[in-house]
């Protein structure tokens, strides 16, 4: 096995994506762009996407990731919308794209093109909430964008198993259709279910965090396994054990933490960069093949499926966000009156991404020794939506938002619940620290009792300082200022240490952990600025 084409796509994604953040454009469009620059380039290997890595072994850490850094709590607020999103809008776009797309496309089968339906429905939210999050999308918006991602991708599998079972003739009914779907959004959920507790046990009654973090990188690929092995919904299991552990993370050792929350930041990194760019990369590979629809009725195709998909996300968002007002009372009592602008937001934010291109990828190329009618023309269509989507409404999302002036986060509301959050945290502390000191079991030197207040003083002014002024001569906040000079000091320290190796005063194993101990404390310093 070659395996420098795969380090080449792991290093040369990742550094577009490095490169991106100095850049206005979102590192997922920057990196489609690059990729279709270079899938024409000489000498760059063809990279086809192969459905059998990217679902069972991209796919689910991704999701695990995302949900893991979601809320259960502001996800359950949003549930009728996600809903409506996730299942709803998936089932109505697979029939509408797949009816438009028959009507189109002359020689394509009403199955064939339901099975194109199914394959473009689902919108990725990636770029999506890379957008929402550089220009400050209200809260809800991005939480609805979030959990739309999470689910659809369960309902748009389904829909594409039950349509392909009908393009190859095997009798699929519209009860069997229904009973797939029941059985993969129950079965995957009660999946889910079986799991967390025993899961997040283990995660709290083991002490090696090394263990641990093992444990974590394998929880996505059992769930999405273990849910598969029953015909269950794999995606729905991974997000339902990451919501689970999400919500619940705060009972994990503290080290678990630390070191989960920086490999999973690596591995959404890697894995998200790589994606893209290889999404962009595709394009050499779909573009052969096309037969007779190359040409001008190819680009006619493309544009009308793509106009499809995007028109038809509108016609059932608005509906979808105004209808449950207009035929409930109680609805409109709880929830605030939208405007029309967060709907026209959301709609315009369903981008389509990798999972779109790997459905389509795991179209069988024959059946019955005959060549899948129209495979490559779905393939080509996929993959021209793909781009549209991630281009068309990528590059335009963020004028769009600045245009409609959306309400953003309000960050001095944000830091004043903090500050009132920590306050009632240190008070509490201060308390307990209190009671602990009266034992005489507990008693300490009185400097070490003054620097554990000192550091729970410190603590709760934080936040508060940070909505103070800045410094008139450099600029700088308090928090910005405190983090300079406990940088300068930790790096004097941290340069004595290494005099004293080279000059065999210490050695190396015990320079590594007087400079972890200096790592830990310059983070500590930083994370109570932040």
């Given at each position: ?6 380090l ?9 994506a ?8 979102p ?16 000498g760059v ?22 949900a893991t ?14 809903a ?29 093109a339901?099975?194109?339906g ?53 009798g699929?009914s ?22 967390m ?66 490999v999973?930041?690596m ?23 096309l ?5 001008v ?14 028109v ?11 209808l ?7 609805i ?17 934010a ?17 059946h ?75 008693s ?39 983090r ?19 000059g ?9 952990t ?17």
């Open positions: 096995m070659d395996v420098m084409p795969l080449l796509l792991v290093a040369g994604s990742a550094a577009v490095a490169a991106a953040r100095r850049t206005p454009v590192a997922p469009l920057l990196l489609v762009a690059v990729g279709l620059v270079l899938s024409y380039v000489p290997p063809e990279y086809t996407l192969d459905p059998d890595v990217v679902l069972p072994l991209v796919l689910p850490p991704l999701l695990h990731s995302a850094d979601s809320s259960y709590l502001d996800l359950r607020a949003q549930l009728r919308p996600v409506l999103l996730s299942v709803g809008y998936v089932l109505f776009a697979t029939f509408v794209v797949g009816w438009a797309a028959y009507q189109i496309v002359p020689g394509l089968s009403l199955t064939g339901l099975v194109l199914a394959v473009v429905a689902p919108p990725d939210a990636v770029a999506a909430t890379a957008v929402a999050r550089r220009v400050g999308l209200p809260s809800r918006i991005t939480t609805i964008l979030q959990g739309e991602s999470l689910v659809n991708d369960a309902t748009a599998i389904t829909a594409y198993r039950v349509a392909l079972a009908a393009a190859v003739g095997e699929a519209w009860a069997g259709g229904i009973g797939e779907f029941l059985l993969a959004a129950v079965g995957g959920v009660a999946v889910g279910l079986i799991l507790v025993p899961i997040h046990w283990m995660r709290t009654h083991l002490k090696e965090p090394l263990l641990q973090n093992t444990l974590s990188l394998l929880i996505p690929f059992v769930a999405y396994a273990a849910a598969e092995q029953f015909h269950a919904s794999g995606v729905l299991a991974v997000v339902v054990v990451a919501l689970f552990l999400g919500h619940r993370a705060w009972e994990v050792d503290f080290a678990t933490r630390l070191q989960e929350d920086a999973w930041k591995v959404a990194f890697v894995l998200e960069s790589s994606v893209f760019a290889l999404i962009g990369l595709q394009l050499r590979v779909v573009v052969k093949g037969g007779e629809y190359e040409g009725d190819a680009v006619w195709y493309a544009v009308a499926v793509f106009a499809v998909v995007v038809s996300r509108f016609v059932w968002v608005y509906p979808a966000t105004f449950p007002r207009l035929l409930s009372a109680r409109r009592e709880r929830e605030d009156n939208p405007t029309w602008k967060a709907p026209f937001v959301i709609a315009w369903g981008m389509r991404g990798v999972v779109s291109l790997a459905i389509a990828f795991s179209i069988p190329e024959t019955g020794g005959e060549p899948f009618p129209g495979r490559n023309l779905i393939l080509f269509l996929t993959f021209t939506t793909v781009i549209g989507t991630l281009v068309v409404q990528g590059v335009t999302l963020p004028p769009l938002i600045r245009l409609l002036k959306l309400p953003g986060r309000d960050a001095q509301a944000e830091t004043l619940a903090e500050a009132n959050a920590q306050a009632q945290a240190s008070r509490a502390a201060e308390r307990t620290l209190d009671s602990l000191l009266s034992d005489e079991r507990n300490l030197p009185q400097p070490l009792a003054d620097r554990l207040r000192t550091v729970l003083e410190r603590r709760r002014n934080a936040v508060w300082e940070r909505l103070g002024s800045v410094n008139p001569v450099t600029g700088e906040t308090v928090d910005d200022t405190y300079r000079l406990s940088r300068e000091m930790i790096g004097a320290e941290r340069e004595v240490f290494v005099k004293l190796r080279d065999r005063y210490i050695d190396d194993e015990m320079l590594r007087l400079l972890r101990r200096l790592d830990l404390e310059e983070a500590a310093a930083y994370r109570e600025a932040a």
